[in-house]
């Protein structure tokens, strides 16, 4: 037997008695063991190449009775993940309107800035759609029904359209929306996956001008991330502000709504980077319901590109002005 077809056998034994470990460490094995027939490292190593098939695909073939061969099964696919891209500024963003619990004044003075900076994307980042009467808590029978609500975001983002038609409409979903999707899971999940009743369709986000973003996916704006401030697991909210909190969370550039209220954290790394977090305000009523007393404020926010360089404008509104 030849000296070639001897390292072949070794290798092929090696191999197949050690299917887990490392090439280099197979290679190492069997110059410790055989130094009479192998050169050096680099020779063993290749022989393991050869019969562990990294020698290109047409070798894999030719030696595939050498690894033991493993089915692995077809994986389910979870919900599309994929990051949802602006590429068209400036973008006037903003979110939880929480419609019908809107407030008309802060919603008016959103829309007066976009007529100022004509943005050519606009954000509705989670919540503008409140979906009271599908969710989980006790609710107040007396209250604006579901379908009123759905109707009433229908309307508001056709008018938006028309004010603005040649800006892309983003609407996000938030944690409020999600109420509508675990209410068909719960109550109704024979109809669950049905196009037609589906709350894009519902609210007429199907149109060509708007973009419908849901799954928790993130939204980029450049070097921005943008969420809505429910996806991670645990809460980012923070002693002191949500910005601060989101930061803990996201090590990036980062945006997120959610807790109602506008603010602001920086920190720069030890190379001189600079990342900042913010929180933008809420377009809802104040007092709600449920929480009559709390630290809200209206607000929301625009972003403008100059090369690779985002600059973001968070606004405060007060006593029906802009801050």
Request: proline residues 5%.
């Amino acid at each position: 037997m030849s000296n070639n077809q001897i390292t072949g056998e070794l290798a092929k034994e090696y191999c197949k008695k050690f299917p887990t470990s490392a090439t280099r460490e197979i290679a190492r094995a069997l110059i410790t063991d055989h130094p009479e027939v192998f050169k050096d490292y680099e020779h063993a190593r290749g022989r393991v190449r050869y019969y562990r098939g990294q020698n290109g695909k047409d070798m894999r073939k030719k030696i595939s009775e050498i690894i033991p061969k493993v089915v692995i099964p077809k994986a389910d696919k979870q919900s599309d993940f994929t990051t949802y891209r602006i590429t068209e500024f400036p973008v006037a963003v903003c979110g939880d309107m929480h419609m019908p619990y809107h407030d008309e004044e802060a919603i008016q003075l959103f829309i007066d800035h976009c007529y100022k900076i004509q943005p050519k994307t606009i954000l509705l980042a989670g919540d503008c759609l409140d979906c009271y009467q599908v969710s989980r808590w006790n609710k107040n029978p007396k209250m604006r029904d579901f379908p009123s609500e759905v109707a009433m975001m229908k309307g508001f983002l056709r008018s938006l359209h028309e004010a603005f038609p040649e800006a892309k409409i983003v609407y996000k979903v938030g944690n409020h929306e999600e109420r509508y999707e675990k209410y068909l899971m719960e109550h109704a999940p024979a109809l669950f996956g049905l196009d037609e009743i589906t709350l894009q369709n519902l609210i007429g986000a199907t149109e060509p001008w708007i973009d419908y973003v849901d799954n928790k996916r993130v939204i980029t704006a450049k070097k921005l991330n943008i969420i809505h401030g429910h996806e991670y697991t645990f809460a980012i909210s923070n002693p002191v502000n949500p910005a601060r909190g989101l930061y803990t969370r996201a090590k990036k550039n980062a945006m997120c709504f959610h807790f109602h209220q506008t603010s602001e954290h920086s920190e720069t790394a030890i190379n001189g980077d600079l990342t900042t977090c913010w929180s933008v305000g809420c377009l809802c009523q104040i007092h709600c319901d449920y929480m009559p007393l709390n630290r809200w404020n209206h607000g929301f926010a625009d972003i403008f590109i100059d090369g690779d360089i985002f600059t973001v404008h968070n606004y405060r509104i007060l006593n029906g002005r802009i801050l």
